[in-house]
């Protein structure tokens, strides 16, 4: 192992992170646009509230994930049912990814209308597994920010507090006491911060230093 061709990769490996390293500091000092983080793509979901129940117009089985969200309704009934909606439920939707990922973020598309008493959740609990069993501590996140909600709106709101990672996502949307319309939930990894790069080069370079150390020690 302690051949020219593994100091080579380090060597490698640590130009490679310094040109990460310039790419990411510089990306952070001229505005560009936001990075994008990776979407997830989802496995299938689960309603525990059914729509058939709770809301006018129920899931098709892929509302929630089908590309589609930020339509307004005009005036027709009809033009909510790219929606999912609950009237005084609070309802969890449990997420399958097919595996564990890390999940730095997850993005509800939601619709308000307080003048058909359609608002926003009070709070999103995120809880993640691995086996769709046994689920960690509910991560709280609260949503309501005493802004005047506006009819026939798109709101787009954060749900997860802080990072988490599983196979299984749940998120319990809690009931402002009548309407939630959601048209679509997307999860998506963490994004690198510039300071993880520097550790990342960083980290490079004292395994570099320890073998080139190991290597004049004999
Ligand atoms: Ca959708
Ligand atoms: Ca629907």
Do not use: C
Not at 24 to 34: F, I, L
Not at 45 to 70: I, K, M, R
Not at 168 to 188: C, D, K, N, Y
């Amino acid at each position: 192992m302690h051949n020219k061709n593994s100091r080579s990769f380090w060597l490698k490996s640590l130009v490679a992170g310094a040109a990460m390293l310039a790419a990411a500091t510089s990306a952070h000092a001229v505005p560009a646009g936001p990075a994008e983080p990776t979407q997830w793509p989802v496995s299938s979901y689960t309603l525990s509230q059914d729509g058939a129940n709770n809301g006018w117009y129920n899931d098709n089985g892929n509302d929630l994930t089908d590309g589609a969200y930020g339509m307004t309704v005009g005036g027709g009934y009809a033009a909510w049912a790219p929606y999912v909606l609950w009237d005084g439920h609070s309802p969890t939707i449990t997420f399958d990814l097919g595996e564990v990922r890390a999940v730095g973020s997850i993005t509800g598309h939601f619709l308000t209308y307080p003048s058909a008493a359609v608002y926003l959740p009070l709070t999103a609990t995120v809880r993640f597994s691995d086996d769709g069993v046994l689920y960690g501590a509910g991560i709280v996140r609260g949503l309501w920010d005493a802004t005047p909600l506006v009819n026939d709106t798109p709101v787009t709101l954060s749900l997860l507090a802080s990072p988490g990672q599983g196979r299984f996502v749940s998120v319990t949307l809690q009931s402002p006491g009548r309407w939630i319309a959601l048209s679509e939930v997307t999860l998506q990894a963490p994004v690198p911060e510039p300071q993880t790069w520097a550790l990342l080069v960083a980290g490079l370079g004292l395994v570099t230093t320890l073998r080139a150390r190991r290597r004049r020690g004999g």
